[in-house]
């Protein structure tokens, strides 16, 4: 032991300083695995996103030879009737976040999804089976406003993209597991197959039911786990209840960073405006921000990779594949889509939204534009499944999930919900344009000018970000309120 004027600290102090800074790494690492469990438990809401907005593709066969659906018009029907839940569970879940925090919404969003998928397996009758996919329609759009805005709520602003990316992740993976669903469930059907033996087949009665009633499992994982969420400590705050907010912010924090975050809040709660949206929108930045984020949706829409997922039998069959070539294809953008969503979970808080909005949009406008050359010299084969794929890859690690973090992120505490429910309308609004016109450009303009259209969008949208948004990588919810979005940066 050294005297009180050596240089060198006690042994027991400096071991206890040793114990004390790996006490405290252990208690770090606890934290951050809790809040990753607890974002992924949020995100549970993208997974049935995914599965169910992909598991209809499946069944239809089926489905339609069920309730004899022989008119185009009755197909396109319950095809696109959840849409239609989309747009009313997006604009409830605005309302419904700001009166009732964002953990109930949650919840209710889990329960309609289990109800609503075994209600449409059960369908005796074809209004029913519309009936049963509106409303998960509704489950969809909740989800997609809600599962983004509570993540955006409870991450530090260092991992705030790669957790809310994880919503992302989810939708990419609740597509992959509804392919596989389908795949497992249906029954191969022999070569040559009536209508008539199809429809008296497994498949045809019970296999297409199953594929929609699977969706109650993740469902109720779901249910389960939105029940144990803690709430929004943003939310508890805003509702003048500074002490819930604290003991939230405590489970995946340091107490240094709890008291900086919460000075944040009391900070940029002083001098904001009351009232909600209505008052916000005073703010010349505000209403800049929300015209940001409603054109963002847009244009993660209208860039037109979603066209791929959903008409890529169309698209393949005129680069010249033929059917087997076809489906192995459409297995390949599956697992392409999966794995760059990862390089988006890995770069997103490196890199920025702005860097990889910039990446994408017009690293897509360069792809689009060279497959609609291939197209209008009628080049076919690999050289086009390049380009498809290398789309998908592009719009999995910049447009998909960047949107959805920067519409997450750039809004006032008091109007956050209902302004995320506008964007979020917004993109559905552009989805089903996207996918009515698809068709009708292909005919009209054919592939060619049909991907030269989407070219143009993309590039547009390069511009857009480019000039229009600001970095919000690093900073808190408050700095970006406060700083980032006031009218003198926007």
Same mark, same amino acid.
């Given at each position: ?86 747009? $009313?569970?997006?604009?409830? /879940? ?61 991450? *530090? ?20 597991? /509804? ?50 969420? *803690? ?94 070539? $076809? ?55 690999? *050289? ?27 809004? *006032? ?65 408050? /700095? ?11």
């Amino acid at each position: 032991m050294v005297g009180a004027g050596g240089t060198e600290p006690d042994t027991e102090e400096r071991d206890a300083g040793w114990y004390s800074m790996i006490g405290a790494k252990k208690e770090s690492g606890r934290q951050t695995a809790k809040l990753w469990l607890v974002a992924a438990s949020g995100a549970l809401g993208g997974l049935l996103f995914g599965y169910d907005w992909v598991v209809i593709g499946g069944a239809k066969p089926f489905y339609e030879l069920f309730f004899h659906l022989d008119r185009p018009a009755q197909q396109g029907w319950a095809m696109s009737c959840a849409l239609i839940g989309c747009l $009313i569970g997006s604009l409830a /879940a605005g309302w419904l976040t700001e009166r009732y925090g964002r953990k109930r919404p949650l919840v209710l969003a889990a329960a309609v999804f289990a109800v609503s998928s075994l209600g449409t397996a059960c369908a005796a009758g074809f209004a029913l089976f519309v009936l049963w996919r509106i409303l998960g329609g509704v489950a969809i759009g909740m989800a997609s406003n809600v599962s983004p805005l509570y993540i955006a709520e409870i991450a *530090p602003a260092h991992l705030r993209g790669r957790l809310v990316s994880l919503n992302q992740m989810t939708i990419v993976f609740g597509i992959l597991l /509804a392919q596989i669903v389908n795949w497992r469930i249906a029954h191969p059907v022999p070569i040559g197959a009536t209508a008539a033996e199809i429809l008296l087949s497994w498949n045809g009665q019970f296999g297409w039911r199953w594929m929609f009633a699977a969706t109650a499992i993740p469902s109720t994982v779901f249910f389960v786990a939105a029940c144990l969420l *803690p709430e929004s400590p943003r939310w508890l705050a805003l509702k003048a209840r500074p002490a819930a907010a604290r003991r939230v912010l405590d489970l995946f924090n340091s107490a240094e960073e709890t008291e900086r975050v919460l000075a944040e809040m009391t900070t940029v709660s002083h001098g904001a405006p009351i009232g909600g949206l209505r008052a916000c929108l005073a703010r010349q930045g505000v209403r800049r921000a929300l015209f940001l984020g409603i054109a963002l949706a847009v244009l993660q829409q209208w860039s037109g990779t979603n066209v791929i997922f959903n008409y890529a039998q169309e698209i393949f069959a005129a680069a010249g594949y033929q059917v087997s070539g $076809i489906l192995f294809n459409i297995v390949i953008t599956g697992i392409v889509n999966v794995l760059f969503t990862f390089v988006a979970l890995a770069t997103i808080d490196r890199f920025g939204r702005r860097a990889l909005l910039s990446i994408g949009a017009i690293a897509l406008a360069a792809d689009y534009a060279t497959l609609a050359a291939l197209y209008h010299y009628h080049l076919q084969g690999w *050289p086009m499944l390049v380009l498809v794929l290398a789309a998908i890859a592009l719009y999995a690690m910049s447009l998909a999930p960047a949107t959805w973090v920067v519409i997450a992120e750039i809004f *006032p505490r008091q109007m956050r919900g209902e302004a995320i429910s506008i964007c979020t309308t917004a993109l559905w609004i552009a989805c089903f344009l996207l996918t009515y016109t698809f068709p009708i450009l292909n005919r009209s303009l054919g592939p060619q000018g049909t991907f030269g259209l989407y070219a143009g969008i993309c590039a547009a949208g390069f511009a857009l970000v480019r000039f229009l948004l600001p970095e919000t990588k690093g900073k808190s919810l408050e /700095a970006i309120e406060s700083e980032v979005f006031s009218t003198h940066h926007l």
